[in-house]
Structures are given as C-alpha cells and as structure tokens.
C-alpha cells in the first residue's frame, strides 16, 4: 500500500476532501477569461492540491479503533472449533477493514455481498452462530442495527393465494438494518407440491437480497444434504450467497470443552473423575444413533443435573456442602442409559 | 401556493437521506411511523387516507423509505405525509408529522365568504383543487 493509496480521489469521489479546492478552480476560469497578470499564473497555485492522506495509511490504527480484534476474541473464547467458520468471520473482517480504509482514499466499492448459507449436522451450533452474525456485522459496521429476525417457513409463506407476498414483504421490513435468519430454509421449497406458495416468497427473497444488500443480510441455515437439494432446485438462491459455510461435526475434545463451557454457565462443574467418565460417555454416545453434537451434550448434562439432584435428595440426611451442590459426580454419568446402566431413555 | 402544514413544511423539501435521518429519530425514540396520503390537503382534514397501517415493530428507516417510495409512486401527484406515533402514554399521540411529497402544481386556496344575519360574514377557505372530483385534483 504505497503509490495505490497516494492516488488524488476521483473528483466526485465522497472521502475526506475539503471543500478548498472547488472555489479557486472557478477563480481560475474566470482569469482565464479575463487575461490578465492572474491569468499567467499556474493553474496549480490557484487550486491547491487537496490534502489527501499521502504516504502510508495505518491500517494498524483502523483495526484498533473498530474494536474488532474485540469481538474476534469473543468469538474465540466462547464458541468451540468451528474453524472454518471463524476463518471466514476473519475473512469478512478483514475485508470491511480494508473497504473502510478504501473509502477513507475515495476508492468506491458497492457494498459486498454478505448473505450466508449455514449447513451442517444437527447441534453444530448453525443457530447460535446465526444469532451471533448479527452483533459480529453490527460492529464491523456492515448493519446498521444490532436486531437479529430469525423466521421460519411459517412466517414467510401464506395459507392462499396472494397472502404470501404481502407476509413476506412484511417479514422483509421488520429485519431490514439488521439480519434475517431463516431456519431450516429448504422448508421454503416443496417440490413435491408444484402449486406450493413457497416459491413466491423463494423470489421475493431474491429480488431484496439482490437490490437491497446494504439494507439487510440473509442467513439461511439447515441440515447440509437437504440444504443441497434446496440449492439444487434454487440456483438462483444459491448464486446470491456469497458465503456457504459448512459446520463440521465436533471432535470428542470440543465436545468436551463445550461441556465444561455449558457448565460453567449453568454454575455447575464436574468432580475429577466426572471428568474422565464423561469423556468415555461422548465416546460411546457418538458411536450411537441419532446424535446431534453439542444438543447431545446439553441433554446429558441436564439428564445428570437431575441424577445429581435425586442423589443429594436421596442422601438427605447428612448435610450438604455449596460443594455439593455444584459438583456433578462420576456416578451421574455413569448412570446413563448409554454405559448399558440404569433406566431406559429417550435418546437424543 | 405552496402548503405547508406540519413540521419542516416552510423548508425546501425534504431529500431522501434527511427524510431517512429523521425517521431514524423517531424509531430512536420508539416511536412507530405512519404513511398517509390525501388530495384534499384542507387544514380541517385532519385524519388523511393511511397508506397501510402504522409500522409498529419496523426497526430501519430503509423499509420505511421503501413504504414512502412506494406510496409516491402510487400517488405520485397527491400530499403524503409520515407521522411519528408515541405511545408511552397509553395511546398513539401524534408527536412528528412531515410532508414527504407535493403535487407539482399547487393552485392554493381560496378564501369564500358567506354573508349571514345582519352585516355578519363568515369566512371559510376552500381549496381550487377540491372542485374537481377526487383522484383528478392535482
């Protein structure tokens, strides 16, 4: 970033030009009118050149002032893997930087594109990341307000004909300066039913993603091989989504740090050997139908916050310490239908 | 004659970006926007025709601004105008209302008197416009 940033602005160009320079480039037409000694002057003494930001610009300074390194942290402390996520959340960070020092030298760029596509396996954390964007964008400075719509197929698509485009409108207005989040978006398309109303709101959609960009960014998440299908049979949907995102399946190690995560905000934590136990439970529970990430692990924890519970009740005839109360026990765990022990139970 | 009624109304008109600032206050303030259009701009005709309802739960000026463009381009040639409806007081009290839009040519108003009993004369004014029938005013 040398000679490129020391370019003079395009005259029509917003940016930080004084207002100087347009009188004394009239004072010079009317001397060239009227010749005389201030005719021969250079025209570049009457019009100075405007002070423009010369040399280097400190792009340092910029990420500083918007604390975004803020918000990366953030995102790194309380949300667990998800590496290409955050990859791309750095990307488009660095991206609005770099737009905001271009404008800052009159270099116009239309606003990027920002619409994503969340996919991935249940629990990967597709919704919690959706509602994060929204703060994340916020204070990137791409939306203008911190409001998250999060809408399903219900809220966009009417009952009869003509209800659907008013509703949709509707939904479009209320999320506008901020995010829309459209959860289990390939709802919107039933193929099997060619006089289905999704449609309708399928292009609507499109028709705002593509004019109002900067008014409003859309996220459409769901499970990844339907999402696919969704795609598919909606190139156009998927050509206007700049960013398609793939949630991976969480290690056992995450899962576990999620735990401890999930705990800590829930003001519980496990006893040593808990620790251990629960490890060996993710381990198996993966092995097994139906799991879904991070939402298994909140059901288990919440399954052995109520093992713990009936076994303070049950040995209340000593007394309990705030240890007690806190600390969820191997025995908890180890109680689970998935070590082949205790009661049958729902699985998910 | 140009009418004025309203906040702003002896300024030039509003462009789009100072019609979108100034609804970003109201929304600032919780307030909820209206649209209401009319080409009967007496000053008694109070309640104007409402270009659907009040937008209560909008959060961004630009879907307001796409409301008002798309109130213009219904009626491009009658009066709109955008409320500001506070209701922090246990009802919608009226607390910002400002023309958004003008017929190009405005004929005025004439002001006709009626004689009564006596010497007494009442005055009452009466818009050119209105002589003719609704939707061919402007």
């Not at chain 1, 347009?22 to 005719?39: L, N, Q």
């Not at chain 1, 590496?83 to 009159?106: F, Q």
């Not at chain 1, 990341?129 to 698509?157: N, Q």
């Not at chain 2, 109130?71 to 409806?85: D, E, G």
């Amino acid at each position: 970033m040398d000679a490129a940033f020391t370019a003079k602005p395009r005259p029509g160009a917003a940016g930080p030009i004084p207002p100087g320079p347009a009188a004394p480039e009239r004072g010079a037409a009317t001397g060239t009118a009227a010749p005389g000694p201030a005719a021969s002057a250079p025209p570049g003494a009457a019009a100075p050149e405007p002070a423009v930001v010369t040399g280097e610009l400190d792009l340092q300074a910029v990420f500083r002032d918007s604390h975004i390194g803020d918000v990366l942290d953030e995102l790194d402390t309380q949300l667990v893997g998800l590496v290409p996520v955050k990859s791309r959340i750095r990307d488009i960070a660095a991206l609005l930087l770099v737009e905001k020092l271009r404008r800052s030298v009159g270099l116009e760029t239309g606003p990027p594109s920002l619409h994503m596509s969340f996919t991935g396996n249940p629990g990967t954390g597709k919704t919690t990341v959706a509602l994060r964007m929204a703060e994340i964008l916020h204070r990137l400075g791409y939306v203008r307000k911190v409001h998250l719509t999060a809408v399903t197929r219900d809220d966009l698509v009417g009952q009869y004909i003509g209800h659907t485009a008013p509703k949709t409108r509707e939904v479009l207005k209320r999320a506008m300066g901020g995010v829309l989040f459209i959860d289990e978006a390939y709802y919107l398309y039933r193929p099997e039913n060619e006089r289905d109303y999704g449609q309708e709101a399928i292009e609507i959609l499109l028709q705002v993603m593509e004019n109002q960009r900067e008014d409003l960014v859309v996220i459409l998440a769901g499970y990844k091989d339907r999402m696919d299908t969704f795609f598919r049979s909606n190139p156009g949907m998927s050509s206007r989504i700049a960013h398609h995102i793939d949630f991976p399946d969480y290690t056992p190690a995450e899962l576990l740090a999620i735990a401890r995560l999930m705990l800590a905000g829930m003001q519980y934590r496990f006893s040593e050997h808990a620790d251990e136990v629960f490890q060996a439970y993710i381990e198996r529970r993966r092995e097994q139908p139906h799991f879904a990430n991070a939402r298994s692990v909140r059901n288990a924890l919440d399954r052995a916050r109520l093992r713990q519970a009936s076994r303070l009740f049950a040995a209340r005839g000593g007394g309990l310490a705030r240890e007690d109360l806190l600390t969820i026990d191997a025995a908890d765990i180890l109680a689970s239908r998935v070590f082949g022990a205790g009661a049958p139970e729902n699985p998910s | 004659m140009r009418l004025t009624q309203g906040t702003f109304s002896f300024l030039p008109d509003l462009t789009d970006e100072q019609i979108s600032s100034q609804i970003e206050y109201c929304l600032e303030k919780g307030w909820a926007v209206s649209i209401e259009y009319t080409d009967d701009p007496h000053p008694r005709n109070t309640y104007w025709e409402m270009f659907g309802l009040p937008m209560f739960d909008i959060k961004d000026a630009a879907a307001i601004l796409g409301e008002i463009r798309s109130c213009r381009r219904t009626f491009p040639r009658h009066y709109i105008k955008v409320n500001a409806l506070d209701s922090s007081l246990g009802r919608e009290s009226l607390r910002l209302s400002f023309i958004v839009n003008r017929p190009e040519n405005e004929p005025g108003f004439g002001l006709v008197r009626q004689e009564g009993p006596g010497r007494t004369v009442r005055y009452t004014t009466r818009a050119y416009a209105a002589d003719r029938p609704e939707n061919e005013r402007y």
